[in-house]
């Protein structure tokens, strides 16, 4: 009994009365940052492999403070999760433009949706954002892109998903110190293991923490005493919030980015994805803002850094330090957008003035060969995988500049045929 009780002090201390949250006391253990992705393991005898697995993990678990039998029992009826397996090992066939990723996310519906909770949310999201200083539209954002506003949580069991990518081996330091922090959440009695819903990677309710962003940052907003951020709406949204001014450090009274409109000849497009520089800097450029509003000051004395996401011919952007907070939640360009910009409509801010561009999907075979041809000319994109990353990036914009086009860095479908011709690749049909 006594030891039962030392255990549930040492996982359940974190959980604080929604006054103190609000008043500012309790300060939450820093986190783990989240490792990449190795390469996959070789192909094994499924099943044989879990087994193994369970039996080392008890030994792990325990080796780091978990009860023996409790562990034990937990993990002695699970199986290897099919779903979860297939959904790892997938790649993106068909490249998504931007375009059409943000008519998906940031639509219409949506925004209407995200203000109409945040007018029914006032009374309780106001307070929220006055603690963490995050606006209460970029809540309501994240909430919406994340669970559609709590209505899609993920129906995966989360202690099977991450016993599953555990035992297959690719991220397993990962998968095994978030199996064990939601191990804690059920043995602290905080969630009941059934409520342990999430998606195949085993993020949780309605803002999909981690089950070990869960236990550093998750707060009860509503007073009832749990973290309840499956069932409450209060506890999910201030756990974002205190997610976002804790750990990614989002800073009071900044904005997120700032559409710019460049100048119509002889910019260097080579300083997207460069060095940040403030504002007045980038209007020394000729960079301008696409609004009539001025920057306030705090946003114009930040380092904001220019980014292209869909090449130079579409909407261009100085993002601030704010951009990079959204991206602790999901480290990619496409979500800090969306979240930004679904936040700014939520907020009744005015739609970006540029239109995406509308684009041929690209496949991955063109995609690997686009970074092939690059190779075979004398650039370095990094090992060819189809994934357009920064160093193809910037080989691309060698390229480009090689042949006196806007070294944008972006290889469309029309560049990417065009590469290939150059390179003597024979360009083979992608669909
Ligand atoms: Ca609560």
Known sequence: M?????????????????????????SPPPAEPVPAAGPPPPPLDLTASFDAWRVGFIDRAVAKGLPREEVTLAVAGLTLDPRVTNADGKQPELSRSMGDYLAGTVS????SQGQAQLAQGASWMQPIAEKTGVPAEILVSVWGMESNFGKIQGDYDVIRSL????????????????????LKIVFSGEARRDQLKGSWAGAMGQTQFTPEDYLA????????????????????I????????????????????REVVLPAQGFDYGLAEGERHPYAWWTD???????????????????AGLILPAGWSGPAFLILPNHMAIRAYNNATTYALAVGLLADRIAGRAPLVRAWPAETPIGRDDRIAAQAALVRLGFDPGTPDGVMGLRTRAAAREWQRSRG????????????????????LSPAPTL
């Not at 016993?163 to 397993?172: F, N, Q, S």
């Open 163 to 182: 016993a599953t990518l555990a035992a297959e081996g690719r991220r397993r330091d990962f998968a095994e110190a978030q199996l064990m922090a939601a």
């Open 108 to 111: 219409a519906a949506r925004i």
């Open 405 to 424: 086009l806007p070294a944008d860095g972006y290889l469309t479908y029309g560049l990417i045929q065009a590469l290939k011709l150059q390179a003597g």
């Open 2 to 26: 006594i030891d039962r009780r030392l255990f549930l002090l040492s996982t359940a201390g974190l959980v604080g009365a929604p006054d103190a949250w609000l008043a500012g006391s309790g």
């Open 285 to 303: 450029q000729g960079v301008q803002p696409a609004d009539d509003q001025t920057w306030s000051a705090s946003d114009a004395a930040e380092a």
């Open 238 to 257: 201030g756990s974002a919030g205190q997610f976002l001014a804790r750990k990614a450090a989002w800073r009071r009274g900044e904005g997120w980015a």
């Open 217 to 236: 940052w998750a707060v009860d907003a509503d007073g009832d005493g749990k973290r309840d951020i499956w069932g409450s709406s209060q506890d999910a």
